[in-house]
């Protein structure tokens, strides 16, 4: 089946400082990616939708400017955590969507902000 | 407006036991898709089972079944004699024609002891 990778799995980042996660389908073309978080313990939250040559579309209450995400080819997706903060610190999991209906997820990236 | 609930938070049981998980969802659309999704404490989900709208018919696949009901708006998820294995976090979620992004439920915490 479609495989989605992420990259990195984990990452550290001081307080400040930008950090990017990319989410890549492997074995086929993507037009529309998504990008979800979840807390400790919670469930997952849609950020934003990804779409291929153009602007994402952000859920009520996600910073844009924060969270910035790219999808510049049919197979790549990128969100970028600017200047991150303690409270940034979750767990980011992408999809890709494969049908009108299915999505594939990838394994997901732990951001620790310290 | 879509929306699943999983009203069990957490559940406990003993090896061996069999455990039933709920789902109840609401939409407005006669054609959706439901979906089971396990997140072992990796944080990957991991695809469990996909049903579609217009297939009641129950599934079973090893020591996992599905019991799907229409009338009831239920979706729920069966496992039979449970394994320590099976400790993990289950979601419930629910798919749109062209939707945006999955709905998924909070979530149940299965913990199987040994």
């Known amino acids: 089946g479609a495989v989605v990778s992420q990259h990195p799995s984990r990452v550290i980042c001081k307080s400040g400082t930008s950090v990017k996660i990319e989410c890549r389908s492997l074995?086929?073309?993507?037009?529309?990616m998504f990008w979800y978080r979840q807390f400790p313990k919670k469930s997952l939250m849609l950020m934003a939708t990804s779409n291929e040559g153009s602007k994402a579309t952000y859920e009520q209450g996600v910073e844009k400017d924060k969270f910035l995400i790219n999808h510049a080819s049919l197979t790549l997706s990128t969100l970028t955590v600017t200047s991150a903060h303690p409270e940034d610190s979750s767990f980011y999991i992408c999809s890709a969507r494969v049908s009108p209906y299915e999505q594939y997820f990838g394994p997901g990236t732990r951001l620790t902000v310290t | 407006a879509q929306k699943v609930t999983q009203a069990q938070t957490e559940i406990s049981v003993v090896e061996k036991e069999d455990v039933t998980l709920d789902c109840v969802y609401e939409?407005?659309?006669?054609?959706?898709?439901l979906f089971w999704y396990k997140q072992p404490p990796s944080g990957e989900l991991v695809f469990l089972i996909r049903?579609?709208?217009?297939?009641?018919q129950n599934e079973i696949s090893g020591r996992y079944s599905w019991n799907f009901q229409k009338s009831t708006s239920s979706f729920n998820f069966t496992i039979t004699a449970s394994q320590v294995v099976d400790s993990a976090v289950y979601f419930c979620?629910?798919?749109?024609?062209?939707?945006?992004?999955?709905?998924f439920g909070p979530g149940t915490r299965l913990s199987v002891l040994p």
């Open positions: 979620a629910l798919s749109e024609p062209y939707g945006q992004n999955f709905v």
């Open positions: 049903r579609n709208s217009f297939d009641e």
């Open positions: 939409t407005r659309d006669t054609t959706y898709y």
């Open positions: 074995d086929f073309q993507a037009t529309t």
